[in-house]
């Protein structure tokens, strides 16, 4: 059976062959990005997930906040889908668009994303814990702006919470 989140086989030799990756996208393009899949999604009635992932340094590390920024790109990037889109929103912070992605698809999405990096930061032996905050849309009447906000709330919640790693609500 195909995962639709796995790279293809053709992208992944593609990409495998270039030296040079697509740049990350920073707070303002990614903004100017979610308004496009907000209009599109009001269009044509498709949902979109949002997340705001958070990479903590654990307690007393000597880890500087967004050290292992970079390598964290290639790891979303590597565990979701080609469409999905990852960008850096602040030292430490980033944006995930994942178009066309519903609460009944999203826990997946979830489990697969974490565990990559839970994975990658135990292999390479950072000292850093992940919360996600995510706000899925369906057809409420908001900004970009407004999304950011709401994601950036519940990352902070998920934060705050030790039992919780993601904090999810969805806006109808």
Do not use: C
């Not at 209009?39 to 949902?47: S, V």
């Not at 050290?67 to 080609?82: F, H, Q, S």
């Not at 709401?150 to 705050?160: D, F, G, N, P, S």
């Amino acid at each position: 059976m195909h995962n639709p989140y796995s790279r293809s086989e053709s992208a992944a030799s593609a990409s495998a062959g270039s030296t040079r990756e697509a740049p990350t996208p920073d707070r303002s393009a990614f903004q100017q990005l979610l308004g496009w899949e907000l209009k599109r999604g009001a269009r044509y009635r498709r949902t979109f997930t949002l997340l705001r992932v958070g990479v903590d340094p654990a307690t007393r590390s000597p880890l500087p906040k967004g050290a292992v920024d970079e390598p964290v790109i290639t790891v979303m990037r590597e565990a979701l889908r080609d469409v999905d889109l990852v960008a850096r929103l602040d030292p430490g912070e980033f944006g995930v668009l994942l178009p066309e992605t519903s609460v009944a698809l999203i826990s997946p999405v979830f489990q697969r994303l974490m565990d990559a990096l839970i994975m990658r930061a135990s292999t390479s032996g950072w000292p850093v814990t992940f919360s996600v905050g995510a706000v899925t849309w369906k057809e409420a009447d908001v900004s970009p702006d407004y999304l950011l906000e709401r994601a950036q709330e519940l990352l902070v919640h998920a934060r705050r919470d030790s039992t919780r790693v993601i904090e999810h609500e969805v806006l109808i």
